[in-house]
Nanobody
Framework: QVQLVESGGGLVQAGGSLRLSCAAS????????MGWFRQAPGKQRELVAG???????VYADSAKGRFTISRDYAKNTVHLQMNNLKSEDTAVYYC???????????????WGQGTLVTVSS
């Protein structure tokens, strides 16, 4: 069974930084794209940043210039460096992976349990 485990969330003051990490566990031969989504109370889950199998990245407009997504293909990990955090960034952040090839199984989509990021004013 493949799982994604996030870490790095917490409480930070506005203007500060956090680095989120996500690691895939279990038998993983390959992963397509990986990304970070977030969901604030009363709002839809939205894509924050994504990175494809060939390294192409995409960011939400609100994240451009402040957040950077990266991944380690050998370790099956993805990271999100968040700088100049704002109160609007407060949300539960979820790691996502698609096209996860495991032993006799391909997962179209796998989600982590989420990590809470709280930005105080």
């Amino acid at each position: 069974q493949v799982q994604l485990v996030e870490s790095g969330g917490g409480l930070v003051q506005a203007g500060g930084s956090l680095r989120l990490s996500c690691a895939a566990s279990g038998i993983v031969f390959s992963i397509g794209g990986m990304g970070w989504f977030r969901q604030a109370p009363g709002k839809q889950r939205e894509l924050v940043a994504g990175i494809s199998s060939d390294g192409n990245t995409v960011y939400a407009d609100s994240a451009k210039g402040r957040f950077t997504i990266s991944r380690d293909y050998a370790k099956n990990t993805v990271h999100l460096q968040m700088n100049n955090l704002k109160s609007e960034d407060t949300a539960v952040y979820y790691c996502n992976a698609d096209g996860v090839v495991s032993d006799h199984i391909e997962y179209l989509e796998v989600w982590g349990q989420g990590t809470l990021v709280t930005v105080s004013s």
